[in-house]
């Protein structure tokens, strides 16, 4: 299977920027969509943004205009721009594969990065 491997979390003021990449490694094949979702203490885990093979892209209402998702080849990229304290959370990518049709084969996860965002 694939292994998802984030970077680029830490802390960051508010109105401040950070750049999170996913890289997959493995063998590779069949991805539809990769993304990422996030996650605060309290509260449930939730998309931020994902772009599919056909660079279809969605983005949570909370982050449209802020944030950027980009892919290129085996790996995925979230810009996050103009950063809130609302923001601080568990970042996960994400990567879902070989659509059979009513579900996909594979539903793969990162071990997720820290995103802080304080003054």
């Known amino acids: 299977q694939v292994q998802l491997v984030e970077s680029g979390g830490g802390l960051v003021q508010p109105g401040g920027s950070l750049r999170l990449s996913c890289a997959a490694s493995?063998?590779?094949?069949?991805?539809?969509?990769m993304g990422w979702y996030r996650q605060a203490p309290g509260l449930e885990r939730e998309l931020v943004a994902a772009?599919?093979?056909?660079?279809i892209i969605n983005y949570a209402e909370s982050v449209k205009g802020r944030f950027t998702i980009s892919r290129d080849k085996n790996t995925v990229y979230l810009q996050m721009n103009s950063l809130k304290p609302e923001d601080t959370a568990v970042y996960y990518c994400?990567?879902?594969?070989?659509?059979?049709?009513?579900?996909?084969?594979?539903?793969?996860w990162g071990q997720g990065t820290q995103v802080t965002v304080s003054a």
């Open positions: 493995g063998s590779i094949g069949g991805i539809n969509r």
């Open positions: 772009i599919s093979i056909g660079r």
């Open positions: 994400n990567a879902k594969g070989d659509w059979t049709g009513t579900s996909y084969r594979h539903d793969l």
